[in-house]
C-alpha cells in the first residue's frame, strides 16, 4: 500500500508514525520544506514540491489532506485540480466548516473524488486509533475501507462510521465537538464547585473517582490525570479553533435548541477579557457545611443529569439536518463508533441507542432529581460560583415541565408596535 498525506501537523505527525508502524509506505507533502526525524524505509518521498509528490504516487492514488481548514484546503484542492484524475481520491481529515467542504465539492468538479471525513480522539488517537465519521457511497467505501482500517483503533471496527450526502461527516464532526464544548463546561463548573466546598485535593481526586466510576467519561479521566500531576501554571483563558462558533451559528440559524453549547461558548468569550475580569476580581473566602457522603451522592445525579441533556440535545439536531440537506445518518452507528474510541465518549451514549427510552429516563430523572438541583445551585448562590451551564439546563427543564411561561406577552407586545401576524387559539 502506498498513501499520500498531504499536511505535517501534529496529528498528522503522529497518522504517519501509526501507518509506518503498520508497514506502509508515504509520500509526504508539506508546503514548508521540514524534517522528520524517523528512520524508516517506509517514507519514499519528503518534499514541499506538489508535481513531484503527485508523480510519486502510483495510479488511483489515496490522498490524506491533514492541514488547518479554510483557506488552505480551497487552495490546495484548487492545485490537485489539474494534477488528478476521476479515478483519485482525496480525503479531507481536517476540522473544515461543512458549508465550506460543500463549496470545496463544487470548486473540485469531479475532477477527482473529493470525500471530507471528521476524525476523533485526539494526538494519541492518531497514534494508536481514531474514531472516524466519512460520508461516501458502498460503492466507493469498498475501495478505500482498508485504508480506513488502518487508522481505526485495532479489533474494534466499528470505530468507523458512515453517512450519505457531501459534507455530512464534517457536519458531524462539528456536532461532536458542540457535544464536546457542553461536556468540558460541566465539568469545569463542577470541579470548581467542588473545590470550593471541599478544598483538600484528595478529597477532590476521590469525589471525581466516584462519579466516573459508572460514567466513564473520557474528559472527566483526563481531568483526574491533571489533578494528580504537578500542576502547570497557565493563564486562566479558554481558546478555541471554531467549531463551537459554527455549530453555534449552525443551531441558531436552523431554530434547534443547544443552550449547553451556547453558555460554553459564552464563558469561552468571557475568559477572553482577562484584563476586565481582573479589575473586578475578587477571592472566594466563603464555607459551608456539607454531609459529604450526600454531597458526592447529589453532585452524582446532577452530573449525570447535565450531560445526558447536552447529548440529547447534540444529537436531536440530526433529524432535522439530514432532511435539510438530504443526508443519510444512523444514529446507532454513530454511538457505537464513538464508545470507546473518541473525545466524548462515556457510558452514557449507550441510552441512546434506544431514543424513547432515553426522552423518558430525562424526564423521569428531573422530576426524581428536582429538589437536588435547586439545592446544588442554591449552595451555588451562596458560594457566589457561577454555574451557567447547570441553571440553564435547570430552566430548559422548568420551561417544558411548567406552563408558567407566558409567551404570548411577547408576541402581543411584538404585533403591537410591529403589527406582526397573531395565531388565533
Known amino acids: 500500500m502506498h498513501i499520500g498525506v498531504i499536511g505535517c501537523g501534529i496529528m498528522s505527525k503522529n497518522i504517519i508514525i501509526n501507518l509506518i508502524k503498520k508497514n506502509i509506505y508515504l509520500s509526504i507533502y508539506n508546503k514548508e520544506f521540514i524534517k522528520l526525524y524517523l528512520k524508516t524505509e517506509k517514507i519514499l518521498l519528503l518534499t514541499n514540491n506538489l508535481n513531484l509528490f503527485v508523480k510519486s504516487l502510483k495510479k ?6 491533514l492541514i488547518k481548514s479554510g483557506k488552505p ?8 485540480k489539474k494534477k488528478l484524475n476521476n479515478k483519485d481520491i482525496v480525503i479531507d481529515f481536517g476540522n473544515s466548516y461543512f458549508k465550506n467542504t460543500i463549496l470545496n465539492y463544487k470548486i473540485v468538479n469531479k475532477n477527482f473524488i ?11 488517537g492518531a497514534l494508536y ?3 472516524i465519521m466519512i460520508d461516501c457511497s458502498i460503492k466507493i467505501f469498498k475501495i478505500i475501507k482498508n485504508f480506513l482500517n488502518l487508522l481505526i483503533l485495532k479489533n474494534k471496527n466499528s470505530s468507523l462510521s458512515i453517512s450519505l450526502g457531501i459534507s455530512s461527516s464534517h457536519f458531524l464532526k462539528m456536532l461532536h465537538n458542540g457535544i464536546e464544548y457542553g461536556i468540558l463546561q460541566i465539568i469545569s463548573e463542577i470541579f470548581f464547585l467542588i473545590k ?5 485535593n484528595y478529597l477532590i481526586i476521590n469525589i471525581f473517582y466516584k462519579i466516573n466510576k459508572k460514567l466513564k467519561l473520557f474528559l472527566l479521566k483526563i481531568l483526574l490525570n491533571i489533578i494528580i500531576k504537578k500542576k502547570k501554571k497557565i493563564i486562566d483563558i479558554i481558546d478555541q479553533k471554531g467549531t463551537g462558533l459554527w455549530c453555534c451559528v449552525s443551531t441558531i440559524k436552523n431554530c434547534f435548541l443547544f443552550n449547553t453549547l451556547i453558555e460554553a461558548l459564552i464563558i469561552r468569550i468571557i475568559s477572553k477579557k482577562f484584563i476586565f475580569r481582573n479589575l473586578i476580581k475578587k477571592i472566594n473566602y466563603f464555607n459551608i457545611k456539607i454531609n459529604l457522603f450526600v454531597f458526592i451522592e447529589n453532585i452524582k445525579k446532577i452530573v449525570f443529569l447535565n450531560l445526558i441533556i447536552n ?17 443519510k445518518f444512523n444514529l ?3 454511538i457505537k463508533s464513538f464508545l470507546k474510541s473518541c473525545i466524548i465518549d462515556s457510558k452514557i451514549l449507550i441510552l441512546f441507542l434506544n431514543k424513547k427510552k432515553t426522552i423518558k429516563k430525562i424526564l423521569k430523572s428531573f422530576k426524581k432529581y428536582n429538589l437536588i438541583f435547586k439545592k446544588i445551585i442554591f449552595n451555588s448562590i451562596k458560594l457566589e460560583i457561577n454555574l451557567n451551564i447547570i441553571i440553564s439546563c435547570y430552566n430548559f427543564f422548568l420551561i417544558f415541565v411548567n406552563n408558567n411561561f407566558n409567551f404570548k406577552i411577547i408576541q402581543l407586545q411584538r404585533n403591537f408596535f410591529g403589527n406582526h401576524f397573531i395565531k388565533k387559539i
Open 60 to 65: 488511483n492514488k489515496i490522498i490524506f489532506l
Open 73 to 80: 484546503v480551497k487552495i490546495v484542492l484548487i492545485k490537485l
Open 114 to 124: 473529493f470525500l471530507s471525513s471528521g476524525i476523533s480522539g485526539g494526538a494519541n
Open 129 to 131: 486509533g481514531l474514531c
Open 196 to 200: 470550593i466546598i471541599v478544598k483538600k
Open 311 to 327: 447529548y440529547f440535545l447534540g444529537f436531536s439536531q440530526l433529524k432535522k439536518i439530514k432532511k435539510k440537506y438530504n443526508w
Open 332 to 334: 446507532n452507528n454513530i
